[in-house]
Nanobody, 121 residues
Framework: QVQLVESGGGLVQPGGSLRLSCAAS????????MGWYRQAPGKQRESVAT???????YYADSVKGRFTISRDNAKNTAYLQMNSLKPEDTAVYYC???????????????WGQGTQVTVSS
């Protein structure tokens, strides 16, 4: 069984910062791409940032220069540092990871349960 558990969400004022964490646990052979998505009320889920196993990073245009994704492979954990937060960043943030559980089956796409980020004064 593999689980992704997010933490670090909360309420922050505009211009503030938050750091999200996503820890993968269970039987894991390899973790490939890890990413953060978000879904605001009434909107579709969208990709925010992705990091490959080789540490290449990709960002949505709306967060470039404000958000930074990173990972610690030894801890099976990904992070999302969010600075200069805006009200439009308010959403439930989900962690996603491509994880291989053993050498006999291909990697599978896993999702966390989500963590709420609210940017408001």
């Amino acid at each position: 069984q593999v689980q992704l558990v997010e933490s670090g969400g909360g309420l922050v004022q505009p211009g503030g910062s938050l750091r999200l964490s996503c820890a993968a646990s269970g039987t894991i052979v390899s973790i490939y791409d890890m990413g953060w998505y978000r879904q605001a009320p009434g909107k579709q889920r969208e990709s925010v940032a992705t990091i490959t196993r080789g540490d290449s990073t990709y960002y949505a245009d709306s967060v470039k220069g404000r958000f930074t994704i990173s990972r610690d492979n030894a801890k099976n954990t990904a992070y999302l540092q969010m600075n200069s937060l805006k009200p439009e960043d308010t959403a439930v943030y989900y962690c996603n990871a491509d994880i291989r559980r053993d050498y006999f089956t291909p990697e599978y796409d896993y999702w966390g349960q989500g963590t709420q980020v609210t940017v408001s004064s």
